[in-house]
C-alpha cells in the first residue's frame, strides 16, 4: 500500500494508502466516501485526443461571452491556469462552490480570528458543538480525526476527556455520540444563541422550556461551556442555508466572543463539504453567478472539474445547457455527456499532483503513487488548452 492523499471531501485527509492491482482497489484508513471516490477514480480511463484539444479551443475562441465555470475540484494550482486562460479569452471565471459558502467567506465572522487548525482542536478542543452541522453525512472522519473520538495533548481521554454538543431540527447520526443533543424547529438558531449568551453573561436564568427543549437540558448545554477550557463550534448548512445566515453567523461570533471574555478558548469553524470550496475562495472570491447563468448570457462555456448541469438549479442548469459547453475533467455525468467536446483528466486523487485547501485553510499537497498519470492532470491540460488558444 502507498500512502495517498483523499480528495472525497474537504478534509482531505493525508493520513490513508491505497493500491490498485489490476481492477481492484483497496484502501486504508478512508472511509466509505472516500474509497467509493477513489474506486471510481482509479478505474476511470483518460485517453487525451488532438483533436479534442483543437475543437476545444476553436470553440473557446469563436465563442463571444465565455463563462469559465466549476473548479471546486479542481487544484489550487488548476484554479490558477484557469484564470490565466479566462482572463485570455476576455472570459467570466466563477466557481460552483455553495453560495452559502461564498457568503459565509464575505461575512466578519470571517474577519475576527476565530478560526484555527484541525490539529489544534484534536490537541486542545474540550467541547465540540457541531450546530446545524451532520458529518455522519459528509465529512465522516471528521468526529474520528479531529474532533470527538482522538487523544490530544490536553485531551489524554479521547472522547472521555470531551464535551459533545450537537443543535439540529431534527435526531442526526451524530447525536448518537452527543452528551447534549437539541433538537429545535428550523429557522430558531438565532432564538437559541440569544438564550445561551444571556445566560453566560448572567443577564437571565433560564427556567422553563426554550423552543421546545426543557429547561434543564438547557443549562446542562450552557454548562458545558462555563466548564470548558477550549470550546469549538463547527456551524454547517443548517446555519448557513437557513435563510437566516447573517444573523446566525453574528450570534455565533459573539458567542465565541462571550466565552472569550469569561477567560475561555473558543474558536468556530464551518463545514462546508465539496473538495476545495476553500482554494476556490481565496482564488475566485466573491464570484457568483448563478443570475447571469439563468439570464442565457453565455454563449459558451469551459467546465472544469465540476458536473454543473447536475448540479445547478435547474433554470439555470437548463440555459447552461443550451450553450456550446467545453467540459475539462474526470470522465462522467450529465456535463461531460452534453458537452460539445469533452478532455478527461484524472481525478486528482489519482493524478497524486498539486496542492487543494482543507476546510480550515491548510495547504494539502497530494502525493504520487502508482497509479498517477501525470500527463493527465486537470493543470497539465489548462495549460495546454491556453498555449493553443493563444496560438489562434
Ligand atoms: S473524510 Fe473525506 S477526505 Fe477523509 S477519507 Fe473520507 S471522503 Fe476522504
Known sequence: MESIVCNGCSLLCDDVAAEVSGKTVNSLGLCTLGHTHLEKAALQKTKQAEKDFEKA??????????????????????????IELSSLLNGYMASSIDLGATQVMEHDINASGLGIDLEYVRNNGDFIIYWGSDPSESLHRHPS??????????????IESRTIGVVDVRQTETMKMANHRLVIPGGKDADLLDVIISELEEKSSIKDKVLGIPGSELVGFVNGFRKADCTVIFYGSGVINSGNQETNLTKIAKLVEVQRNNGKEAYALPMFVQSNTMGVEKAVSGVHSLQRISSGEFDTALIVADDALAHLPGPAAKTLAKSHIVYVGPPGGLTDKRAAVSIHTADTIVAGTGTMTRVDMNEMEFKKWKASKEDATISQTIRKLTELVRKK
Open 57 to 82: 479551443a476553436d470553440i473557446l475562441t469563436t465563442g463571444e461571452n465565455i463563462l469559465v465555470y466549476g473548479w471546486t475540484h479542481a487544484t489550487n494550482e488548476a484554479i490558477k491556469e484557469g
Open 145 to 158: 480525526r479531529f474532533a470527538v473520538l482522538p487523544r490530544g495533548e490536553k485531551i489524554p481521554e479521547g
